[in-house]
């Protein structure tokens, strides 16, 4: 089994910055991809940033120049760097793990508002 742990979230400002990480520990042979997912009130889960095991990043176009994900291998950890951050990027933050035998893991979710 594996679990996801996130955190960071919180309180912003327009403009600001927030740094979400996601440790992942338990039984983790082989990642395929992490990932970060949001959900805003009254909306579906959207993807927002995947890396994969290689090390290949795919955005959604409205995060392109502003969010970074990145990875630690050696600590299983995923980050997410949200810089210029807009009201419209309030939503939960669900941290996503999927492994090379399509299992897939996710995160309880942190809490991001940006709100002057």
């Known amino acids: 089994q594996v679990q996801l742990v996130e955190s960071g979230g919180g309180l912003v400002q327009p403009g600001g910055s927030l740094r979400l990480s996601c440790a992942a520990s338990g039984s983790i042979f082989s990642i395929y991809r992490m990932g970060w997912y949001r959900q805003a009130p009254g909306k579906q889960r959207e993807l927002v940033a995947l890396?994969?095991?290689?090390?290949?990043?795919n955005y959604a176009n409205s995060v392109k120049g502003r969010f970074t994900i990145s990875r630690d291998n050696a600590k299983n950890t995923v980050y997410l760097q949200m810089n210029s951050l807009l009201p419209e990027d309030t939503a939960d933050y669900y941290c996503?793990?999927?492994?090379?035998?399509?299992?897939?893991?996710w995160g309880q979710g942190t809490q991001v508002t940006v709100s002057s």
């Open positions: 996503r793990l999927t492994t090379t035998t399509s299992y897939d893991y």
């Open positions: 890396i994969f095991s290689g090390g290949n990043t």
